[in-house]
């Protein structure tokens, strides 16, 4: 079985209902502003779900990293002007209400997308070469918690928690949809689904241009299988070499730190 590919958002703002499934976007850096949403997807949805997780850094530290893990070491738990801990010191970390919802497209709801006014319209201004997106999963996340480490290394712990009523989104599955010139759905192919990393950060280079995404090996918490973690590079301020706008992988490894 393919592993899967998961687009991280851009931080904590993205409440459930303003991203749904089925909804058809241009670019996976703004999943928010979406040409279509339909009213039905037309297909069962796949529901799972996860009460709780905690992730010992040590465990992956030099081994593929944990999809939420990574949502975490780069936008921290939202609001931390109360307090400011060191994300490359994390120790371990806790997800709370995690879910999954997701789909597979069926053909009814591909035309349907394809005859969308807005949809048409795109794709048209762009001569049936620009590619859509659709979304066909979406995993949320209740709340979170870290223990990090004191930035003297003198082993102190800090526990910091976010918790909130209504879930949050923080990774997508898409698909990729293609019109042919006719105005008719072509093709329809998960982004990565048959790609390595490599060839999958290639294509991400050359449609949206060099250091806009970054795509690294990867594990989803909720089952624990492998995948491929694909987040913008511009969001990685605090992570970014001084000569470089791609990420240094290697700064989302934690030092050892004594307990």
């Known amino acids: 079985m393919a592993s899967k590919t998961f687009f991280l958002v851009n931080g904590w703002d993205y409440p459930k209902d303003s991203i749904t499934l089925g909804s058809i976007i241009t670019n996976p850096m703004h999943p928010q502003l979406a040409l279509f949403k339909p009213e039905t997807i037309h297909s069962p949805k796949s529901v799972s779900k996860k009460a709780d997780y905690i992730g010992n850094v040590t465990d992956d530290a030099h081994h593929s990293f944990g999809l939420f893990r990574t949502f975490l070491r780069l936008y ?3 609001d931390e002007d109360s307090f400011h801990y060191d994300r490359k010191r994390m120790l371990s970390y806790s997800i709370y209400g995690l879910e999954s919802d997701s789909f597979e497209p069926r053909n009814a709801l591909k035309t349907e997308v394809i005859e969308a006014e807005r949809v048409a319209q ?14 066909t999963g979406v995993k949320t996340v209740k709340g979170a918690g870290v223990t990090t480490g004191s930035s003297k290394g003198d082993g102190w712990k800090v526990r910091l928690n976010v918790d909130g009523e209504t879930p949050v989104v923080f990774a997508l599955e898409l698909v990729e949809l293609k019109a042919s010139a006719a105005g008719q759905a072509a093709s329809l192919k998960g982004l990565g689904a048959d790609e390595t990393v490599e060839e999958l950060q ?3 280079d050359r449609d949206f241009g060099k250091a806009i995404f970054t795509v ?18 511009p969001a990685y301020l605090d992570l970014l070499t001084a000569g470089s706008a791609r990420i ?3 700064l989302l490894k934690s030092p050892s730190i004594k307990e």
């Open 76 to 78: 921290g738990l939202g």
């Open 122 to 135: 795109f794709l048209r201004a762009g001569d049936y070469t620009a590619s859509i997106f659709m979304v």
């Open 202 to 204: 290639d294509r991400l």
């Open 216 to 233: 690294i090996d990867g594990f989803d918490e909720e089952n624990g299988h492998e995948c491929k973690i694909v987040a913008s590079s």
């Open 248 to 250: 240094n992988v290697s």
